[in-house]
């Protein structure tokens, strides 16, 4: 399992890294470019990747990082991990530790190990409140939301039950309103 662990880190950083240089205003054009090719551990990708995804979206809202949300519109960018042995993806902290749920969509950004790529999820609210409760109604126990993958397919299953997009780029992730 360790094996896994390492090689997902290590694949993620390599994958945010070449995002980060594509879509970041400021690190695409830095000094610091270099830096974050020969160092991305250095880094926190994953801020970098929540304040891209203001920056590409042609003005329709702002970076807050704010406690429950991320941007003006109420979404908060978050990444997460597809789990092999699970086959599902894990997208973390959608519940904080004393309940609160995120107040509005999720913009996810998910690493997928098998297919070495990135994957772009737009989880509208009700599709959030949906996930993160039981079928009694219920808020769940567990801070993360998972979406389900299917191996054999290579894709994630049920986006359209729960009204979830996938997007091809992270741009068209950045700007759905």
Same mark, same amino acid.
């Given at each position: @399992? =360790?094996?896994?662990? +390492? ?6 950083? #390599?994958?945010?890294? #070449?995002?980060?240089? &594509?879509?970041?205003?400021?690190? $695409? +054009? ?14 926190? @990708? =994953?801020?970098?990747? &929540? ?14 990082? #704010?406690?429950?949300?991320?941007? =003006? ?12 042995? +699970?086959? $599902?993806?894990?997208? $973390?902290?959608?519940?904080? +530790? ?35 409760? *039981?079928?009694?109604?219920?808020? *769940?126990?567990?801070? $993360? ?14 986006? &359209? ?7 091809? *780029? ?8």
């Amino acid at each position: @399992m =360790t094996y896994y662990a +390492k090689r997902n880190t290590d694949l993620r950083l #390599e994958l945010m890294t #070449e995002l980060v240089l &594509e879509n970041h205003l400021i690190y $695409s +054009k830095s000094p610091f470019r270099e830096a974050i090719v020969e160092r991305p551990a250095d880094f926190n @990708m =994953t801020h970098l990747v &929540e304040q891209m995804m203001a920056m590409n979206s042609n003005g329709a809202y702002t970076f807050i990082d #704010e406690i429950h949300c991320d941007n =003006t519109d109420d979404s908060d960018t978050k990444t997460g991990t597809l789990h092999i042995s +699970k086959s $599902s993806a894990e997208i $973390s902290s959608v519940r904080s +530790k004393s309940g609160k749920l995120k107040i509005g969509a999720i913009r996810a950004v998910i690493l997928n190990p098998i297919l070495n790529k990135l994957h772009f999820l737009y989880i509208p609210f009700d599709a959030v409140q949906k996930k993160m409760h *039981t079928k009694r109604g219920t808020p *769940t126990k567990n801070p $993360s939301m998972w979406i389900q993958y299917n191996k054999k397919k290579n894709q994630f299953t049920k986006l &359209e039950t729960h009204g979830i997009i996938e997007f091809q *780029t992270f741009k068209e992730l950045a700007m759905k309103v």
